[in-house]
């Protein structure tokens, strides 16, 4: 694989780390990222989230809901979820803080506002390689059945992305997006920025 990318979600890690996972068994270089200021879990109600801090081992997390209702963080996915994310990296890193992971050829963020943040984020470095990074949205419903549809459809550009030439990537970029809405009937915003 040619180019290396990125998933970005807001603050639970299930749509972001549901591609990364799928990407990574196909063998590419994925990373996968919150925005968010802290982890934010389902809890029994909507007024009683379970919040950590990034950097918090998926394990961890996993472990802790277990012990508080087993059936619930079951029924509604949170474990399931938890013990694939631990496979596919030790805890949940936050965008904003991991600019030191290295540069990226393709961020992908799975709602408006996250990839608002991602753009701004870009714009407000400094620009000093001057290297080109593409940043798209795809709209995806912040549930199991829609994150994993999702990650297909990312696995899909993302394929496409690859069989271009890498020198003209930015050339085609208006073509390969136009395909894979005709294709797909999914709408992406799409745009270039700079490290």
């Known amino acids: 694989m040619k180019f290396r990318y990125a998933m970005v979600c807001s603050s639970n890690q299930n749509r972001s780390m549901e591609a990364h996972a799928l990407l990574k068994r196909q063998g590419f270089d994925v990373a996968s990222y919150g925005t968010g200021a802290h982890v934010k879990l389902p809890g029994p109600s909507l007024r009683e989230p379970n919040v950590y801090e990034f950097g918090t081992p998926y394990k961890q997390m996993f472990e802790e809901l277990r012990r508080k209702d087993p059936e619930l963080y079951k029924r509604n996915g949170i474990l399931p979820m938890l013990k694939r994310n631990s496979a596919v990296k030790l805890a949940p890193q936050r965008w904003q803080d991991n ?71 930015e050339d085609s970029v208006d073509e390969l997006v136009a395909a894979f809405e005709a294709k797909h009937r999914r709408k992406l915003l799409y745009t270039i920025s700079f490290y």
């Open 99 to 169: 600019a030191a992971d290295g540069v990226f050829d393709v961020v992908f963020s799975f709602e408006e506002k996250v990839f608002d943040m991602v753009v701004e984020d870009l714009h407000s470095r400094d620009h000093v390689l001057m290297k080109s990074v593409l940043v798209i949205n795809l709209e995806v419903k912040d549930n199991h059945e829609e994150a994993a549809a999702g990650a297909r459809l990312a696995l899909d550009l993302c394929q496409e992305i690859e069989a271009t030439e890498s020198e003209s990537w």
